[in-house]
């Protein structure tokens, strides 16, 4: 028995060099061949034979085993019928709900509030406005509306002035569902600075994004349907690491 797991320990060692030597070889090559792979935050072996999974950041590229091809695009397990990019993106970029500061949200309850949804959205986003309107078929729920200023020069003074209005709430669905604008105020915007800033740490880059309980976050504006479902998956998961 001793003897077994001695060998057992040398052959994982092996292993682990190995893979280590082969992880290097493929961040040399592709280093010195494509000069915007100077910095690759990871290298890791995919399910299919011989290719390799090369990220930096949160893009992902795929490579053989010397780094001589580089493939930019999807890869999809046919038999399990699972896009593999798509779920490590999913796991990548995911955000952990209790790390967002919910202090900095415009906080709107409808019905019991039971289920959590966050939301970053610029009020000049085209595609927020037909989401806020899709969102008003949600019930039950609690939106953390992250006021996200970074589309337009004027984006900053009309998220002031929801921010600022002496409700909040109400001021927001007049500016997205009813086309009102919110009257002018001022008061403290430090929040959204603090928004703009969590979104650059965690790389939000367009509006609407949606992060939901279990740390699963969704570019882009999509249906009440779509929202129900993530809402339901959200409810029976476990909160997603960062």
Not at 113 to 127: H, I, L, M, S, W
Not at 176 to 199: E, H, I, W, Y
Request: glycine content about 4%; some cysteine; overall charge positive.
């Amino acid at each position: 028995m001793k003897l077994t797991t001695a060998l057992l320990t040398v052959v994982a060692a092996t292993l682990s060099l190995s893979a280590t030597a082969q992880e290097a070889a493929i961040r040399k090559a592709l280093a010195e061949r494509i000069p915007q792979m100077d910095k690759i935050d990871e290298v890791r072996a995919t399910p299919m034979k011989g290719l390799y999974e090369v990220r930096i950041g949160t893009d992902l590229f795929y490579t053989d085993a010397k780094g001589d091809y580089v493939i930019q695009g999807e890869l999809i397990d046919s038999k399990a019928r699972r896009n593999l990019t798509e779920d490590r993106i999913s796991k990548l970029t995911a955000v952990s709900f209790s790390a967002l500061p919910l202090k900095d949200a415009v906080t709107i309850v409808r019905g019991d509030g039971k289920r959590k949804v966050a939301v970053f959205e610029d009020p000049n986003c085209g595609y927020c406005k037909r989401f806020e309107r899709d969102l008003q078929q949600i019930n039950n729920v609690t939106v953390y509306l992250f006021l996200y200023p970074i589309l337009s020069p004027d984006s900053a003074e009309k998220s002031r002035n929801i921010w600022c209005a002496k409700d909040q709430a109400t001021a927001w669905q007049d500016q997205m569902v009813r086309d009102k604008p919110a009257a002018a105020a001022s008061c403290d915007t430090s929040a959204l600075q603090r928004n703009l800033a969590f979104g650059k740490k965690h790389k939000i880059t367009g509006t609407p994004t949606l992060i939901f309980a279990n740390g699963t976050r969704v570019p882009g504006a999509i249906g009440a349907q779509e929202v129900e479902k993530r809402l339901a998956e959200a409810s029976s998961d476990a909160p997603a690491a960062n």
